[in-house]
């Protein structure tokens, strides 16, 4: 019971991180993307370069996300954990 518990926290815990870089990776694209006269060309490639890394940081914590969901969908107590 302990490990599905485990596994269901860790899997909320990843979502959790996904969703916080998306956000962070929105922001820094429509900061790309509003015109300004202050922005430098070097401005602009660092905060495209950081949100492909927190895309990318996303995709990776989604999947470490569903590793967890398949492994809690193997055992029993694990899928009682998934209908609460």
Do not use: H, W
């Amino acid at each position: 019971m302990n490990k599905a518990k485990e596994y269901y926290e860790k899997m909320v815990d990843f979502k959790q991180y996904a969703r916080v870089l998306l956000a962070i990776s929105a922001f820094l694209y429509i900061g790309v993307l509003i015109p300004t006269v202050e922005k430098s060309q070097l401005d602009l490639v660092v905060m495209m370069v950081l949100t492909t890394v927190f895309l990318v940081g996303a995709v990776v914590f989604l999947m470490r996300s569903k590793n967890y969901y398949k492994k809690l969908l193997e055992t029993e107590e694990g899928q009682d954990y998934l209908l609460k």
